[in-house]
């Protein structure tokens, strides 16, 4: 038997030309929850990668905990035990995740809510371990600079360490948000309406699964590849030998910096 | 306990300082008394304890026993009623150290920000100075250094000696009561170690208060007061620079200075 290509081509195109508005409206979900999980990771793992460093073994023991119980367990697990499980496990007298949830003038699932949650803490994890590592890739002698001249440790992390070590976690960094945009597909396994959900409904609607996956897949691919334009460009002004007399690769970690430096 | 200082213009009191690393003890008892004005020049072999030293002065390292007053006030400790030491709380100690310059035997000047940003840092995010305020600063210490050329550079486009001399600049511009130089020409080409010198002999005539770790005789011959020999975490001799170069008491002082001469 020979085996042969066997797709309609035409819903695939229309999938990809002209999609109606549910899915610009899953599509524009999937990109929100990739990005405030992101943020939201970024944030936890930065917390997280202090506490590592901190001089108090039991916070050190916690951040090590974090790091271990998320990384060694599976994403999908973490995502039903936050959405169908955190409720129960602490016991809390109101729906920490309700059906829906005014914020902001949108109405949110709550399924969309402990998704987020969910991706946000795993990814902290990652990014926790990514932080470290820039900031550990950073000479002491710059901290020791900087408390020598009366800085307090809090301080020469935010204005010395943190816009070095920036420069390692910055392309990690790409990566994992690139892993994020694909992660959040699984939550359409609680009932977000995101790409891969609206993939599946047309499916189960029309057994056609051939041309609903790939056309889904090709949008994944879209943003994946946006997101790859985007970071090439963060990299490239990072790139030790883009150097310019604007002083060059340290130049562009503090443009990359939060606030302005003075 | 021991006494207060006798002498009120002693700016800086170390007694009976002792420092372990593990199992190895690196300060054995280190006491030194120096005054204000004064230009103090440490020497001694590798590993005798010399940067450790400098480093429990502005708390850098703790310190296992001794007390260390900077300026009257005991450095990184209190006294508790029990006659034990408490540490203080990191913020009194990032205080204490702002009044003292530390100049890196590597620069460690930060390489994301111009000399003048380096500079300005500590006076506008520590002590809180208007930006304006610190350039005007940061520029005339620029100039004392022979760097006013060079405010916008970033550290990569500098020389060793330039950094250097951008580094002493930087821990002059928080205003110290004393600066402490950790062999601040041994890392830099022959061709520089002289501009650096000159800045420091400078800062000496100009009465700043200095400890100065280096092996450079020439620079204790002309502006140190006094030169102290380290060796095995003790200091072994002290006296005024002629000393040294004229009858050293010990044979290990001989046998260093004979060494480095
Ligand atoms: N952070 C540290 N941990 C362990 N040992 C150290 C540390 N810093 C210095 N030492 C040890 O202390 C001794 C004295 O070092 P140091 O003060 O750097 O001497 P010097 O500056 O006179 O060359 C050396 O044996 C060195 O290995
Ligand atoms: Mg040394």
């Known amino acids: 038997m020979v085996p042969a290509i066997n797709a309609d081509w035409s819903i695939v195109a229309e999938r990809i030309f002209s999609p109606d508005a549910i ?58 035990f936050v959405f169908y499980g955190v409720n129960l496990f602490l016991g809390l007298p109101f729906n920490l995740f309700p059906r829906e949830v005014e914020i902001l003038g949108l109405t949110i699932p709550g399924a969309a809510i402990a998704g987020t949650v969910a991706l946000a803490i795993n990814e902290g994890a990652y990014m926790s371990e990514i932080i470290r590592a820039g900031i550990q890739s950073v000479d002491p002698g710059q901290m020791e600079a900087a408390l020598s001249v009366g800085m307090t440790r809090p301080l020469a992390m935010r204005r010395i360490v943190l816009p070095q070590a920036a420069r390692v976690i910055v392309p990690p960094l790409g ?88 | 306990m021991e006494e207060p200082l006798a002498s009120s213009s002693a700016i800086l009191d170390a007694r009976d300082v002792h420092k372990r690393f593990g199992h190895n003890e690196v300060l054995r008892g280190v006491s030194l008394q120096v005054q204000r004005g004064e230009v103090v020049c440490i020497i001694g072999p590798s590993g005798s304890g010399k940067t450790t030293f400098l480093r429990c002065l ?45 100049v890196f035997q590597r620069f460690n000047l930060w390489p994301h920000m111009t000399a003048l940003e380096n500079i300005i840092e500590a006076p506008v995010h520590v002590r809180g100075e208007r930006e304006r305020d610190a350039v005007a600063v940061a520029e005339r210490l620029l100039a004392r250094v022979g760097l006013q050329d060079k405010r916008d550079a970033y550290p990569s486009k500098l020389s060793g000696g330039q950094q250097q001399r951008v580094a002493i600049a930087r821990a002059l511009a928080m205003r110290p009561k004393l600066m402490l130089f950790d062999e601040a020409t041994s890392a830099l080409d022959p061709e520089t170690v002289g501009e650096v010198l000159a800045v420091m002999a400078e800062l000496a005539a100009d009465g700043m208060t200095m400890i100065c770790v280096t092996h450079e005789m020439g620079f204790a011959r002309e502006a140190a007061n006094r030169v102290v020999m380290m060796d095995q975490g003790v200091i072994l001799e002290e006296g005024p620079p002629q000393h040294f170069f004229t009858n050293p008491t010990h044979e290990r002082t001989r046998q260093f200075l004979s060494k480095i001469l």
């Open chain 1, 23 to 80: 899915f610009w409206r899953a599509l524009a979900t999937t990109v929100t929850i990739a990005v405030v999980a992101q943020v939201a990771g970024v944030l936890l793992g930065l917390l997280s990668a202090l506490a590592g460093l901190s001089r108090f073994w039991p916070i050190r023991a916690l951040a090590a905990a974090y790091v271990l119980v998320i990384r060694g367990t599976p994403l999908i697990v973490q995502i039903f």
């Open chain 1, 175 to 262: 990566n994992e948000f690139n892993g994020m945009i694909k992660n959040t597909s699984l939550l359409a396994f609680i009932g977000v309406y995101e790409m891969f959900f609206d993939a599946e409904v047309h499916y189960s609607t029309t057994f056609k699964p051939v041309e609903y996956f790939l056309a889904v897949a090709f949008w994944y691919l879209v943003l994946t590849t946006i997101w790859t334009l985007i970071q090439m460009q963060i990299e490239r002004r990072l790139n030790p030998a883009e150097e310019t007399r604007e002083g060059g690769v340290m130049a562009r970690v503090r443009r990359l910096q939060w606030g302005r430096a003075h």
């Open chain 2, 58 to 102: 502005n708390h850098l390292e703790r310190i296992d026993s001794g007390r260390i007053e900077v300026d009257g006030k005991m450095i990184g400790y209190r006294d508790c009623p029990n006659g034990t030491l408490a540490e203080l709380p990191a913020k009194e100690v990032a205080r204490q150290r702002a009044e003292i310059g530390f």
